[in-house]
């Protein structure tokens, strides 16, 4: 639930501001993109400056300054000094701004120099740039929300043997620092919200923006005459795939991870096999659903498993292509006709040899994320955004995949 004000004192003085309107702006908006959150935040900026000017009021103009502007950008310097410390400099006001920092922790193309080397950062180094923007508005923005589309350490969600809680101890932590709402996207396991109960949470689902880009990429897609199944990569994934499924009237399947539990390799106890349960796939279309493409071996062995079994066409749809062995082997199997296409949004850093390959496509996240801004901005209920089981209803009318 989108946390509106942290206590009495702080809605009092809303209000006392912009008079007794539920529908008045918090504050004027103010986005904060943390380093490697630039160029999204551009599109953002643009959508929001295009939303607002098509329902502008006298009445919100008159009253609440700064609501309608061309650049909703605060610029901010994340310096770094050359032992590799670093420091946050905003610079211009953000006073009484409803501030949101756009943080993307995944963006491995940004680097400083660290005793005279170049250094990558890293989701650590981004984390700790976030931090030090938090402390230089605290105090200052009437509230200050976290757009963090990949959730800092998520994959660490839940403790097995001596493991440290690191997804739930940063959650803690940037409550602590002051920050009202976290919005994120397809978090590893929501259940991570459970560390701030008192704190606005969302994970929020692509699903209806990666149908209609599978509509768009997709010639003569239909989900109808049982020739299309959602397969979920593994058991933690298989209520994601359900949704799918179920939304769109197909079929189901599941793998599951045969692992060597007597070893780790690279942290995880490998996997020996995947195992499919499921009906026949034979000259059925695959839709295989997860939340992240990591390395990619899982996926492309899937693939190839559904090939083996008389699959049509394979698809991938997940909402963070990380893809951080490279892309090579994926180009192999598109050139092998294991995959067709793979979608991916555009809510993290994407490498310039991964948009240009034939069997990627991207997902735009950037009109959304501007319209859960403006929401979030009027205190407006998110229901009808964050929930997409209508949205896709709809376009499957359109479609004439349902009457």
């Not at 079929?251 to 692992?259: A, E, S």
């Not at 796939?281 to 939340?291: A, Q, R, S, Y």
Request: with cysteine.
């Amino acid at each position: 639930m989108i946390s509106t004000s942290s206590n009495d004192e702080k809605s009092y003085s809303r209000y006392n501001q912009y008079g007794d309107n539920p529908m008045a702006p918090v504050g004027p908006i103010g986005l904060v993109p943390i380093k490697g959150s630039e160029d999204f935040t551009d599109q953002v900026n643009y959508y929001l400056n295009k939303r607002r000017s098509e329902y502008q009021q006298e009445v919100f103009i008159s009253k609440h300054p700064g609501f309608f502007r061309e650049d909703y950008k605060i610029a901010v310097n994340n310096a770094r000094f050359s032992s590799g410390e670093g420091k946050a400099v905003v610079q211009s006001s953000v006073r009484g701004h409803d501030l949101f920092i756009l943080a993307d922790v995944m963006n491995c193309s940004c680097t400083y120099k660290m005793f005279g080397y170049d250094n990558r950062m890293s989701p650590d180094d981004h984390y700790q740039d976030l931090k030090r923007v938090i402390l230089a508005c605290s105090g200052k923005a009437r509230r200050i929300n976290v757009i963090m589309p990949f959730l800092y350490e998520s994959r660490q969600h839940k403790r097995n043997a001596r493991e440290s809680l690191d997804c739930a101890f940063a959650l803690e932590e940037l409550y602590n620092l002051g920050v009202d709402n976290i919005i994120t996207f397809d978090a590893h396991d929501e259940r991570v919200a459970n560390a701030i109960p008192l704190s606005g949470f969302e994970s929020i689902s692509p699903t209806y923006q990666i149908i209609k880009e599978m509509y768009r990429q997709i010639p003569n897609l239909s989900f109808k005459n049982n020739k299309f199944m959602v397969v979920s990569p593994d058991e933690g994934g298989i209520t994601r795939a359900m949704y799918f499924a179920s939304i769109l009237g197909v079929p189901l399947g599941t793998f599951y991870k045969r692992r060597d539990y007597t070893k780790i390799v690279n942290g995880r106890n490998p996997i020996i096999a995947h195992e499919f349960l499921g009906d026949s796939v034979e000259g059925m279309d695959i839709l295989i659903v997860d939340d992240m493409i990591s390395s990619g071996d899982s996926m492309l062995d899937i693939g190839r498993e559904m090939k083996q079994r008389g699959a049509r066409n394979v698809y991938c749809a997940v909402t963070f292509g990380l893809f951080t062995e490279g892309i090579e082997h994926f180009n192999k199997a598109y050139e092998e006709g294991i995959i067709n296409k793979v979608f991916a949004t555009n809510l993290i850093y994407r490498r310039p040899d991964l948009l240009a390959a034939p069997w990627f496509a991207d997902v735009n996240m950037c009109k959304f994320v501007a319209l859960l801004i403006d929401a979030i901005n009027h205190d407006s209920s998110l229901a009808n955004l964050i929930n997409p089981t209508e949205k896709i209803k709809n376009l499957l009318r359109e479609k004439g995949e349902i009457s």
